[in-house]
Every structure is written in C-alpha cells, then in structure tokens.
C-alpha cells in the first residue's frame, strides 16, 4: 500500500517532486514549527489549539523534507514520504502520531459533530515540541550520502510511476 501510495502522490501535481536541497528552507519550516508551538500554547479554543500543534509538527517534518530536496503541498503525501523513506530516522509511533494529528486537525476544523477525544488532544500538545525537537535532530543526522541514498530511492519510484503513466 505505501507504495502506491506514493505513486500516487508522485503522480498529483502538487504532490512528492524532487528539488534542490535547501538548508535555508528546512530552517525556515523549523522557524514556523516553533512559532506554531508557542502559539497553541497560548491559544484557547481547543480546535485552534489542535490546528497549531499538528501544523508544528507538519512543518517540523517539511523542514526534513527540504532538507533532502523533497516537495510536496499534499499534506498526506509529506506523511506517505516519510512512512516509505525516512523509517530508519522516526518510528512507527511517531509517524502514526503525525498522520492522527492531521486527522484531528481536519475533524476539528471542517466537521461540527465530530469531538477529538480528550486523550488523543492531550497527546499531540505534549508530544509536538519533543517532535519538533526529533525531527532538528534528523536534520542534523542526514549527511550528503543518507540524502542522496533517499533521493536515489525517490527518484527510482518516481521513473517507475512516471512509466506507468507514459
């Protein structure tokens, strides 16, 4: 299932694309996540509060991504990304954790009748800021051979979707 899935987000025009490494990005996605955490600690209203820290995670795992030179404005392909080719960097846990924040973001937000469960909402606010600070420490791990091993493997899936396609 991964796999196609990233297949299809390599297919969408807004979805997984190789760039440019860019360092002055990734720190600029890393510069957001932090405000976006300083802010949901300040917010009241539970729902902004749910759409503050998940984005500070989104953005913590973005600034990894640029970091490698991957882009991709299709927030579940970011999490597809990572759940095919970062697995040796985040757990299964913490990826899993990312992918429920956005489900609770988008619950909270585009749906009246829908509650986000007390326990779940207090688990994303106390885990963002150690997932911000997990994903700085990935970032500073990806040496240029991790990167363009994870760029090899991106691209390789990106000519096998693109022959499909042809």
């Known amino acids: ?18 760039i440019e490494p860019n360092a002055n990005l990734s720190e600029g996605y890393f510069i957001k996540a932090e405000q976006a955490i300083e802010s949901a600690r300040t917010e ?27 882009k991709c404005e299709i927030h579940a392909c970011t999490m597809a990304f990572a ?42 606010l106390q885990t963002a800021p150690s997932f911000l600070v997990k994903c700085k420490a990935v970032a500073n791990r990806l040496d240029e051979n991790n990167i363009l091993e994870i760029r090899r493997r991106f691209k390789a899936e990106t000519e096998k979707a693109k022959k499909k396609t042809a």
């Open 83 to 124: 759940k095919c080719f970062l697995q040796g960097y985040f757990s299964e846990e913490e990826l899993v954790l990312i992918s429920d924040a956005l489900s609770m973001r988008v619950d909270s937000q585009y749906y009246v009748n829908k509650d986000v469960p007390d326990e779940q909402f207090k688990e994303i």
């Open 44 to 70: 009241k209203v539970a729902e902004w509060k749910i759409a503050k820290t998940y984005y500070a995670m989104y953005f913590a795992l973005y600034a990894v991504l640029q970091k490698i030179g991957i």
């Open 1 to 18: 299932m991964k796999m196609a899935e990233i297949k299809w987000c390599i297919r969408k025009k807004s979805g997984l694309s190789l």
